[in-house]
């Protein structure tokens, strides 16, 4: 019997205008890069070495594999919530008025808090979303174990 894991990524972009109206509603395929497969089995150790992702950054750029290419700054964001339902860990952040305003292009999950830094477990690229100062974006990741 031959078994293989896979990892399915997917990330739901919306974004709020002042009065709480959705303004734009995306869905995108993403990746898991090299640091999410080896966090992920890292948490299967009895005492994992290291951090479970917690945070999600912005960016103007494309194409990062272990960093955001252009991150905004100031816009590393906690996630507002993260569960799991079977396979599935779904992971919800709230970008507010005045967080992550610009031409936002990339996005991706970490697990510290320093902005600039690695592990980036998950990746997105997607045509352009510009946030202004008013609005907030929320952006709902699914990660699947298939």
């Not at 919306?14 to 999410?36: C, F, Q, S, Y």
């Not at 005045?98 to 999950?109: K, L, N, S």
């Amino acid at each position: 019997m031959i078994s293989s894991m896979r990892f399915r990524a997917n990330a739901v972009l919306r974004l709020l205008g002042p009065d709480g109206m959705v303004k734009l509603e995306r869905e995108v395929h993403n990746t898991v890069t090299t640091a999410g497969k080896n966090g992920s089995a890292d948490q299967m150790l009895a005492a994992p070495t290291l951090p479970k992702p917690g945070w999600c950054e912005l960016g103007t750029g494309t194409g990062g594999t272990t960093l955001l290419n252009a991150y905004i700054v100031g816009s590393r964001t906690a996630f507002t919530s993260k569960t799991r339902s079977g396979a599935v860990v779904t992971m919800v952040t709230d970008f507010a008025a005045g967080v992550g305003t610009g031409a936002i292009t990339e996005a991706g999950i970490f697990d510290v808090v320093t902005q600039n830094t690695v592990n980036m477990w998950l990746y997105a690229t997607f045509a352009v979303i510009n946030k202004a100062a008013g609005d907030t974006l929320q952006i709902t990741w699914t990660f699947t174990f298939a």
